[in-house]
Structures are given as structure tokens and as C-alpha cells.
């Protein structure tokens, strides 16, 4: 029992930083492919980098400039420039990098930055980046010792903090490993364990071909439990899906914007 729910904590905390940024930063804020309630991208814009420890203007631009230079020498992170050990290295370096840039004004990073309309969050630039990282850290020992389950209190720490591991994956075998349903100018790979393990997100040649796509996953044996999230979202009124891939004829394949519904107001 001890060590089912160990594994309840890390799966909640693991969840709860994937959905922030695959979402919220990722499929809300990166792409529009769903439209974020106002309360609810309120909340990922202030508190998503107390939840995940990334600020999500750098981690949106970032990935806009992945997409535009997709497994080229300017790749922010591309295991083609820096191997697959090396991409956890390489997406922090190049995280730090878009910081400082969006901080200083650098043309490259904020021209990738149109719909943010919100600043680079006031930890990162006022040096306290760790304050994120150390408040979950002191929750954990807060539940060790209070309750003796140091386990649970390391489940908790490893589950909330657990997307650079989650990132690593994707932008590594996302773009090495795994079969290609589309003849995209890069080495986008749809990876099934990736997608699987990480909502949806593995299935990079998908993405690529069809970024504006809420829904990453094209053929039926394709897994995306991101797009089971977004529907859950959409039905639950926290965000509207704005576009996804829809198949009108067997074996065609096209992207679609969502039926239109009431939406509430902010």
C-alpha cells in the first residue's frame, strides 16, 4: 500500500508538470492549437513556472525556434548537433540562452514571441530561478518528516520536477528513433514509448508536419493521451480545441478547426 501511493504522488506530480507544459505552454500558448479559458492561461502564465520550474515565454520561444530550424546547426536542441546523451545539456544551455535573450531584447528571441503578451517571469530575471526547485524540495522534507515516508516525500520531488527527463526524451528520440508518416524537411520521428510515457508528444513527425494540430497522434495505433486531455479540457470548459487533425476520407488526412461552443467569460 506504502508503495502504491508513493506512486499515486510521483504519477500526480508528473502529471500535473506534463499537462502545464504540453497544454498549457506547448499546445495553448506555442501553438494555438487549443485557446486557453482566461483564468486558466492566467494561471499557467504566473504559476506555471512555480509548478514546472520553466518559464513558459522562454520555453515558448525555444520551442518556435526548434520548429523553424528543426535539425539544422541552429536547432536549440537537435540530437543531430549534440547526440542523444547530449540533448539534456544542450535544451538547458539553450533555455538559459532564450532568458537572457528575451531579457536583453534580442531580435531572435522576441520575434518569436508574438501572442505573449506577458514578460519573462520575474524569477528568472531577477536571478531566483531556484525558488521553484527549492520549494518542492522543502514540501518533500516537509512530507518526510513529518510523516517518516521519506519515500513519498521523494516521489512527490521527483514527480513535480520531472520535465527536463520528460523533455530529454522527446527532443532526443522524438527526432532519432521511430517511423515517419510524413516527408518533413527534418528528422522528426514519431517514437511510440516517447508518446506514450509523455502525452502524445513522441509523435514529433506528426507535430511537425501538423504543429497547429492539438491532436499528435494520425494512424489508430498511435496513442496520444494528450489529445484524451484536451478533450477532457474542452468538455470541462477550461480551454476550446481550436484546431485538429481530422481524417474526411480514408486515407486523406487535413487539419480542421473544432466546432464552435459557448465560451465563458473570463
Known amino acids: 500500500m506504502y508503495f502504491a501511493l508513493c506512486f499515486l504522488v510521483f504519477a500526480a506530480g508528473y502529471l500535473l508538470s506534463l499537462v502545464t507544459i504540453s497544454i498549457g505552454y506547448h499546445r495553448g500558448l506555442a501553438h494555438g492549437a487549443v485557446r486557453l479559458h482566461p483564468l486558466v492561461r492566467r494561471l499557467v502564465i504566473v504559476g506555471g513556472n ?6 513558459p515565454k522562454a520555453w515558448v520561444v525555444m520551442h518556435r525556434l526548434h520548429h523553424e530550424h528543426s535539425d539544422t546547426p541552429h ?3 537537435s540530437p543531430t548537433n549534440c547526440g542523444l546523451l547530449g540533448i539534456f545539456r544542450e535544451q538547458l ?7 537572457v535573450g528575451l531579457s ?3 531580435a531572435r528571441y522576441t520575434q518569436h514571441a508574438h501572442g505573449l503578451d506577458f514578460p519573462v517571469n520575474p524569477l528568472n530575471t531577477a536571478g531566483l530561478w531556484f525558488l521553484p526547485y527549492l520549494l518542492h524540495g522543502l514540501v518533500g522534507v516537509a512530507i518526510g518528516v513529518t510523516t517518516g515516508a521519506w519515500l513519498l516525500g521523494f516521489a512527490y520531488v521527483v514527480g513535480m ?3 527536463p527527463l520528460q523533455g530529454g526524451i522527446v527532443n532526443a528520440l522524438g527526432h532519432a528513433a521511430g517511423p515517419r508518416n510524413f516527408d518533413t524537411d527534418d528528422n522528426s520521428r514519431n517514437n511510440f514509448w516517447a508518446a506514450l510515457l509523455i502525452l502524445g508528444e ?12 492539438a491532436k499528435f497522434s494520425f494512424k489508430a495505433s498511435e496513442i496520444d493521451l494528450g489529445w484524451a486531455v484536451c478533450l477532457l479540457g474542452d468538455a470541462l470548459h477550461l480551454w476550446s480545441i481550436e484546431r485538429a487533425l481530422v481524417l474526411p476520407k480514408p486515407g486523406a488526412v487535413d487539419v480542421a478547426p473544432a466546432p464552435e461552443r459557448p465560451r465563458l467569460a473570463a
Open 50 to 55: 512555480w509548478i514546472t520550474g520553466l518559464d
Open 75 to 77: 536547432d536549440p536542441h
Open 93 to 99: 544551455r539553450s533555455y538559459k540562452r532564450a532568458i
Open 104 to 106: 536583453r531584447g534580442k
Open 161 to 163: 520536477l520531472s520535465h
Open 202 to 213: 513522441g509523435f514529433q513527425n506528426n507535430h511537425h508536419r501538423y504543429p497547429a494540430s
